[in-house]
């Protein structure tokens, strides 16, 4: 019988989708399901998105080009300038989703057996997309007690190797929503600086901060020209999730010049996706205002229900839509099927993501989950409610 490569064999499963047949099973059963296991935004799409597609009149659906079409790029650039990011088109390169982006970065910058670092808990798929390479993931953990703020210097320093190519951080953070402070990106920069390596940051959250408080951007960094990449993509900024269309952006030419092969290869993004994310473009600010104040008013809701919880400790997200909450049990996997295959509470139950799937060390996260506060206040209440009467019951099991 022909056999799996080892690599197919080490990929890891998604946390966030891996319970998917029991949420499914629980709707079958008649259990309604509140889902805040995926970030997965209720917010509708721009109007001015979904109208470029509906009424555009292509006759023929051609390959758009590898890396993104000149008129998207330079509207990405206004965009950038926006936010304080000077860049030209010629710095970005247009993907299919930021995952695409992820694998294009990873495959230009690493060769098999070379270690990426990265601050845990972390993306769940940045265990898949350097396994898919080859590549090995350094784990330096950050903790719920420091609401997951960036490891100290020394535990980065002494992780680094002469296989270490990156640093890869998500920002503001998915799962923890932590929000990097313009000082902790300076001590990055330090330490990329004095070892030669890529600064990779996630920012595919940039517009979701709160509390007065502003997103810092690794290409915004005077001196980290060639040794900062941004993975992007409009998946969550406009809720076009369903677009797939992410970008690279980095001022470094050979970097650059390498992931466009990697576009070539697989010829091109999908030419409708890209029409309705250079239109998306256009959105008014107000949009960004509204979807802003709701995710603090889902945010609050969330953390202040928590609270009520007995032993139940949960992170103050400062951006994205995620938080990290630590629970009283020893396995969350465990739990997070539990509650879909055999508890319901008024016949509701939630479906959650175990947070073990986003940490690559052996053994943490296992007490912890990752909710995605997607859906409306009510709604979240509810969420809770449905938690704290599961527990009870689990518990007692």
Same mark, same amino acid.
Request: net charge neutral.
């Given at each position: 019988?022909?056999?799996?490569?080892?690599?197919?064999?080490?990929?890891? /499963?998604?946390?966030?989708?891996?319970?998917?047949?029991?949420?499914?099973?629980? +709707?079958?059963?008649?259990?309604?399901?509140?889902?805040?296991?995926?970030?997965?935004?209720?917010?509708?799409?721009?109007?001015?998105?979904?109208?470029?597609?509906?009424?555009?009149?292509?006759?023929?659906?051609?390959?758009?080009?590898? /890396?993104?079409? /000149?008129? =998207?790029?330079?509207?990405?650039? $206004?965009?950038?300038?926006?936010? %304080?990011?000077?860049?030209?088109?010629?710095?970005?390169?247009?993907?299919?989703?930021?995952?695409?982006?992820?694998? @294009?970065?990873?495959?230009?910058?690493?060769?098999?057996?070379?270690?990426?670092?990265?601050? !845990?808990?972390?993306?769940?798929? &940045?265990?898949?997309?350097?396994?898919?390479?080859?590549?090995?993931?350094?784990?330096?953990?950050?903790?719920?007690?420091?609401?997951?703020?960036?490891?100290?210097?020394?535990?980065?320093?002494?992780?680094?190797?002469?296989?270490?190519?990156?640093?890869?951080?998500?920002?503001?953070?998915?799962?923890?929503?932590?929000?990097?402070?313009?000082?902790?990106?300076? +001590?990055?920069? #330090?330490?990329?600086?004095?070892?030669?390596? @890529?600064?990779?940051?996630? /920012?595919?959250?940039? !517009?979701?901060? &709160? $509390?007065?408080? %502003?997103?810092?951007?690794?290409?915004?960094?005077?001196?980290?020209?060639?040794?900062?990449?941004?993975?992007?993509?409009?998946?969550?900024?406009?809720?076009?999730?369903?677009?797939?269309?992410?970008?690279?952006?980095?001022?470094?030419?050979? @970097?650059?010049?390498?992931?466009?092969?990697?576009?070539?290869?697989?010829?091109?993004?999908?030419?409708?996706?890209?029409?309705?994310? !250079?239109?998306?473009?256009?959105?008014? %600010?107000? &949009?960004?205002?509204?979807?802003?104040?709701? &995710?603090? #008013?889902?945010?609050?809701?969330?953390?202040? #229900?928590?609270?009520?919880?007995?032993?139940?400790?949960?992170?103050?997200?400062?951006?994205?839509?995620?938080?990290?909450?630590?629970?009283?049990?020893?396995?969350?996997?465990?739990?997070? %099927?539990?509650?879909?295959?055999?508890?319901?509470?008024?016949? #509701?139950?939630?479906?959650?993501?175990?947070?073990?799937?986003?940490?690559?060390?052996?053994?943490?996260?296992?007490?912890?989950?990752?909710?995605? =506060?997607?859906?409306?206040?009510?709604?979240?209440?509810?969420?809770?409610?449905?938690?704290?009467?599961?527990?009870?019951? =689990?518990?007692?099991?």
């Amino acid at each position: 019988m022909p056999s799996i490569s080892s690599k197919g064999l080490k990929m890891p /499963e998604s946390p966030i989708r891996k319970l998917v047949p029991f949420a499914e099973d629980a +709707k079958k059963r008649g259990t309604k399901v509140f889902h805040l296991n995926i970030g997965q935004p209720d917010i509708k799409t721009p109007q001015i998105a979904l109208d470029a597609v509906k009424n555009n009149t292509i006759e023929t659906l051609s390959y758009a080009r590898s /890396e993104g079409s /000149e008129d =998207y790029r330079n509207k990405l650039v $206004d965009y950038y300038k926006k936010h %304080q990011i000077n860049v030209s088109s010629n710095n970005i390169v247009v993907t299919t989703g930021g995952s695409e982006a992820l694998l @294009f970065t990873i495959g230009s910058i690493t060769d098999p057996g070379d270690e990426i670092i990265i601050p !845990e808990p972390f993306y769940a798929n &940045y265990n898949g997309f350097s396994t898919a390479s080859g590549v090995k993931v350094v784990p330096v953990i950050s903790k719920i007690e420091d609401n997951f703020a960036l490891p100290k210097i020394e535990d980065f320093e002494k992780l680094i190797t002469k296989k270490t190519k990156a640093i890869l951080i998500c920002n503001p953070g998915n799962p923890t929503g932590y929000l990097y402070s313009p000082e902790e990106i300076l +001590k990055l920069k #330090e330490i990329v600086l004095k070892h030669d390596l @890529f600064l990779i940051a996630d /920012e595919v959250y940039r !517009e979701f901060t &709160y $509390d007065g408080l %502003q997103h810092t951007s690794v290409m915004a960094v005077e001196g980290l020209e060639q040794n900062a990449i941004i993975i992007d993509s409009v998946s969550k900024r406009y809720s076009m999730c369903g677009a797939r269309i992410g970008c690279i952006v980095s001022k470094n030419k050979e @970097f650059i010049g390498t992931a466009i092969k990697f576009a070539q290869a697989r010829l091109s993004p999908p030419t409708y996706a890209l029409i309705a994310s !250079e239109a998306a473009l256009d959105t008014p %600010q107000k &949009y960004f205002d509204d979807v802003k104040e709701e &995710y603090v #008013e889902r945010r609050n809701t969330l953390i202040t #229900e928590l609270q009520k919880i007995d032993g139940v400790k949960v992170a103050n997200p400062k951006g994205a839509f995620y938080c990290v909450v630590e629970l009283p049990l020893k396995d969350s996997d465990h739990f997070a %099927q539990w509650i879909l295959e055999k508890f319901n509470h008024n016949n #509701e139950t939630v479906m959650i993501a175990p947070a073990s799937g986003f940490y690559s060390t052996p053994g943490e996260g296992k007490n912890q989950i990752r909710m995605a =506060y997607v859906l409306n206040k009510m709604d979240l209440i509810k969420s809770v409610q449905i938690l704290k009467e599961a527990l009870k019951e =689990y518990n007692v099991e």
